[in-house]
């Protein structure tokens, strides 16, 4: 059974988001190449990856997850908010983007605005957030199987062999 965990990726970002150059600020990073890569990777991977200038909060998408996760959606959502986030561009961390999503898999839009402004799932996520910081999760995805860890994106092949204890993991928590 797979079990999606939040994790707080820079959860200080502001709802009207951050541009890539403001988020990596006073760090050495090429950002061209650094989304070069993430494009070559998702495209061997078969994984949607357009042209990001920004990042957005995701916090309230990670809540309205638990909500679709309680409504046996959340597999559903959680890919269609990777589509939309990291494919399309659409700043997630927006009420009137998260309704639409909930919607395009069949989920109730006024549900979804009820649990967002009543915040109804911070708790669960809250909690997701300190087991990730107790494990030492520091990136996304984070794979953890029986006590091994495995960071990074992965072919299924791959993935594959971490499940069946056939591939080195990153550590051993």
Known sequence: MVQWTA???HPNTPKEGLTLQELFA?????IGQLLAKLKQTADTLGLPFGDREKTYNSRMAQELGKWAEAENAGDRFHQAV???YFAEGINIGRAK???????????????AHDILVQRTFKQQ?????NR???????AVPTFVMNGRVLVGAHSFDQLYDFIHGKVMPSRIL
């Open 7 to 9: 994790f707080p990726l």
């Open 26 to 30: 006073g760090r050495d990073i090429n």
């Open 82 to 84: 990777f589509q939309a």
């Open 97 to 111: 983007h998260l309704m639409a999503i909930a919607e395009s898999v069949g989920l109730s839009g006024d549900e």
């Open 125 to 129: 996520v809250d909690e997701d957030w």
């Open 132 to 138: 990730s910081l107790e494990m030492g999760v520091t």
